[in-house]
């Protein structure tokens, strides 16, 4: 046994909480090292300088206001964001939103020209329709109403 969890088990047998087992191996620990000997005689010191001293009155009226206080949080219901947390959610609906709306305005406004020469003709087609190399999205539809592709 390790001397940290020796010290935790010495403030448990204080209190009267170690189980026989874990007494055992308790006192089998304390036998053989000098330190958690030495901590435990300070530990019933300190055990025992608590238990005799004056303990103070609890005023009533605190005790009534805790314990409204705590009603009145359980009873309290968590909205409906604030119980299932939906601002992660609301984040990656944007973001999936966005991937999909970018997708689609990249295809109708570039388009993927299947050949050389459709590719060349679509080309003239936008050159003329962008102001500073940019496309419109305006400009990918023809007098009829059908996509420039």
């Given at each position: 046994m390790r001397c940290s969890k020796a010290k935790r088990f010495i403030?448990?047998?204080?209190d009267g909480l170690l189980a026989e087992s874990q007494a055992k191996a308790l006192n089998e620990h304390l036998s053989s090292c000098s330190a958690c000997w030495n901590w435990q005689a300070e530990a019933e010191?300190?055990?025992l300088l608590l238990s005799n001293a004056p303990q103070s009155e609890f005023p009533a009226w605190?005790?009534?206001q805790i314990m409204d206080?705590?009603?009145r949080l359980e009873n309290r219901r968590p909205g409906f964001i604030r119980r299932f947390k939906l601002a992660p959610a609301t984040a990656m609906l944007a973001i999936v939103f966005s991937f999909w709306l970018g997708t689609n305005v990249g295809i109708s406004s570039f388009g993927t020209?299947?050949?050389?020469a459709?590719?060349?003709a679509s080309s003239i087609t936008t050159a003329s329709l962008s102001d500073f190399g940019e496309n419109s999205l305006l400009g990918i539809w023809d007098e009829a109403g059908d996509l420039n592709e």
């Amino acid at each position: 046994m390790r001397c940290s969890k020796a010290k935790r088990f010495i403030e448990l047998n204080l209190d009267g909480l170690l189980a026989e087992s874990q007494a055992k191996a308790l006192n089998e620990h304390l036998s053989s090292c000098s330190a958690c000997w030495n901590w435990q005689a300070e530990a019933e010191k300190l055990h025992l300088l608590l238990s005799n001293a004056p303990q103070s009155e609890f005023p009533a009226w605190i005790h009534a206001q805790i314990m409204d206080k705590v009603h009145r949080l359980e009873n309290r219901r968590p909205g409906f964001i604030r119980r299932f947390k939906l601002a992660p959610a609301t984040a990656m609906l944007a973001i999936v939103f966005s991937f999909w709306l970018g997708t689609n305005v990249g295809i109708s406004s570039f388009g993927t020209p299947s050949s050389p020469a459709t590719k060349a003709a679509s080309s003239i087609t936008t050159a003329s329709l962008s102001d500073f190399g940019e496309n419109s999205l305006l400009g990918i539809w023809d007098e009829a109403g059908d996509l420039n592709e």
